[in-house]
């Protein structure tokens, strides 16, 4: 996230959740859940805002979904998808574009960096940092991760730490009960795929792979 001269940008690796304001231009192009508040607010193709939007004018050409007040002129681009409670002065809308009252089941996101170093033999906590789901709307408690491909060890809960397991929760994350465990092997890399699932069956997609480098004591 950079600011320069009023313009707030939200990169397009940012999760941002919370209050976002600006005197002038806020552009997002990640993740954003919670309000903005701007002159200008531009959503790039690819960039996603979960909330509240107050500002003069807006520009959608990525995904917006809630509460959407724009005083002047709200333009949806051909790649733009708006849906929710949604108030402007002026509407003008591309082929392709989309603006619908109803709001729709929103499929979770995989985040995190996606890697992990864990010592021969041992098991090492998988934080938030490393792994987590993005979702606006569902608890962390039915949002859940699906392991498959594992190899050099496996994903185990700190209450059954013997037993591997083929799933857990957003909540077992955030609480710190999920670890992986490394077998012992000599391989200096190990890994496992991960997708995420919300309480509708919607998913996050093709499973990523998590990276586990393997050191040695």
């Known amino acids: 996230m950079s600011e320069n001269r009023g313009v707030l940008i939200i990169g397009e690796d940012a999760v941002l959740k919370g209050e976002v304001k600006s005197g002038q231009r806020v552009e997002i192009w990640g993740y ?8 200008e607010v531009i959503v790039q193709e690819g960039g996603k805002l979960f909330g509240t939007i107050n500002s003069d ?4 050409r990525g995904t917006i979904q809630g509460d959407v007040r724009v005083q002047q002129l709200i333009q949806i681009k051909s790649t733009g998808h708006a849906a929710g409670k949604i108030k402007y002065g002026r509407l003008s809308m591309e082929e392709g574009g989309e603006l619908t009252a109803h709001v729709r089941n929103i499929p979770p996101t995989l985040g995190g960096d996606l890697d992990l170093t864990v010592t021969k033999g041992r098991s090492v906590r ?20 699906h392991i498959s491909n594992a190899s050099g060890g496996s994903v185990v809960l700190s209450n059954d730490p013997a037993q591997a397991v083929a799933t857990f929760s957003q909540a077992d994350l955030e ?3 999920v670890y992986f465990t490394h077998d012992g092997s000599d391989a200096a890399q190990a890994r496992f795929d991960v997708e995420v699932s919300d309480v509708s069956g919607a998913t996050s997609g093709t499973p990523q792979t998590v990276n586990v480098a393997v050191r040695n004591d």
């Open 126 to 145: 998988i934080t938030t940092a490393d792994l987590n789901a993005l979702d606006p709307d569902d608890r962390p408690e039915n949002l859940t991760f």
């Open 32 to 39: 954003v859940e919670g309000g903005v508040t701007a002159s």
């Open 57 to 60: 004018t807006a520009e959608i």
């Open 175 to 177: 609480r710190g009960m």
